[in-house]
């Protein structure tokens, strides 16, 4: 049985030629970039080169990335450091992000009684960027505003520069959890003003376990985690060198292949409405996920007309591999946080699938995934 995997948006692959440099630094860059001897020195030096290479593909400097062990931690030290070592008193959030951010932010207003306020949502799960306006200009509290760029679930894009300079104007700080951006969408940090982003290797063809924040320079950050001074002071722990290596590798083919592959990936997407549509009566398409500019090229949330309570168990047995949601949240029996906030509960009760693309899928695999469907639904 061929297995046919669409859940890019929980995982991806991991490139041949990122193995290739994960195993080669495994096998020859053995030592601690904190030993002063000379093969401690070369791990230095090739984590400290990998950390300018990433830096450039978003216009940055190298001193604005700090290495971590994936977007929720990277999420975890912006957001701490906003209220324990920046001031900010009052975070604006939404309903629909990324629970490392959700969850983050009731931490952090149970320890330290800060305000939160939830922008409004269209019924597309989009921003309401003039309540977001009005948020800002509420009080002259310490604010930090913290939106997604690629919503996980629904894949909805959020206009990084409009939010930027929304803060900039109404002197707040602005956080965005990237991770699903990064290395799909290009992002200059000289032409979006934002303050902080968070990436993951593994959402790129990257390895597991290693990520990074964009911190921009002259916000001083104190570590979450303490012991050593590795990363400036930020995030004490030896480095993970040879993921942070494939991370680098990872990026530049993304970064360097990122206009064919997004043409390759969109028309796959597009082929898979089109196929959806003309198989099944009464679909819909949650969120933006079925618009070609205001959604990720990688993402499609599809909601079937009623509940087909072990469709995704189904499939799996037939080898295609799907999510009901965010793979984060696999074992919970609450479903999609995003989908409850955007859909009514008749609407929600249904089932909804998303499909995750990257380059390695294929048309005919989808023509396989379209005829599985018309047998296990109709």
Do not use: W
Request: proline content about 2%.
């Amino acid at each position: 049985m061929k297995t046919i995997y669409l859940d890019n948006a929980a995982t991806t692959p991991i490139l041949p030629e990122v193995i290739v440099a994960v195993s080669n630094a495994m096998a020859n860059v053995y030592g601690n970039p904190s030993s002063i001897h000379h093969i401690g020195r070369k791990a230095k030096s090739l984590v400290e080169t990998a950390r300018k290479n990433i830096a450039k593909h978003f216009n940055a400097s190298a001193q604005e990335i700090v290495f971590t062990a994936g977007g929720s931690e990277a999420d975890n030290l912006i957001l701490r450091n906003a209220v324990t070592n920046l001031g900010v008193t009052t975070i604006i959030s939404s309903k629909i992000e990324h629970h490392a951010v959700l969850h983050t932010i009731e931490n952090l207003q149970k320890d330290f009684e800060i305000v939160v306020k939830y922008v409004d949502l269209d019924e597309a799960g989009n921003v309401n960027f003039l309540h977001l306006e009005q948020l800002l200009q509420e009080s002259d509290e310490k604010k930090l505003v913290s939106l997604m760029h690629v919503n996980n679930e629904i894949g909805n894009i959020l206009n990084l520069k409009k939010v930027s300079e929304l803060c900039v104007a109404n002197n707040a700080l602005f956080h965005s959890d990237a991770v699903q951006g990064v290395g799909h969408f290009k992002i200059d940090v000289k032409e979006i003003p934002i303050d902080f982003f968070v990436a993951s290797a593994h959402k790129f063809h990257g390895p597991k376990g290693v990520g990074f924040a964009y911190i921009k320079r002259g916000f001083g950050i104190h570590p979450i985690l303490h012991g050593g001074e590795q990363e400036r002071g930020a995030r004490a722990g030896t480095e993970n060198v040879h993921s942070i290596l494939g991370m680098e590798k990872a990026l530049e083919i993304a970064c360097l292949n990122m206009l064919k592959e997004s043409d390759y990936i969109q028309k796959l997407k597009n082929y898979f409405i089109n196929e959806l549509k003309q198989n099944f009566k009464g679909i819909e398409f949650n969120g933006m996920s079925e618009s070609e500019t205001d959604s990720s090229y990688t993402i499609l949330n599809v909601r079937f007309p009623k509940d087909y309570a072990m469709l995704l168990f189904n499939l799996d047995l037939k080898g295609i591999a799907v999510s009901g949601g965010s793979a984060c949240q696999s074992g919970s029996n609450q479903g999609s946080h995003v989908l409850h906030e955007i859909l009514s509960e008749k609407e929600a009760a249904k089932t909804s699938v998303r499909f995750s693309f990257s380059k390695f899928n294929t048309i005919e695999e989808l023509d396989v995934v379209i005829q599985t469907l018309i047998k296990l639904i109709n």
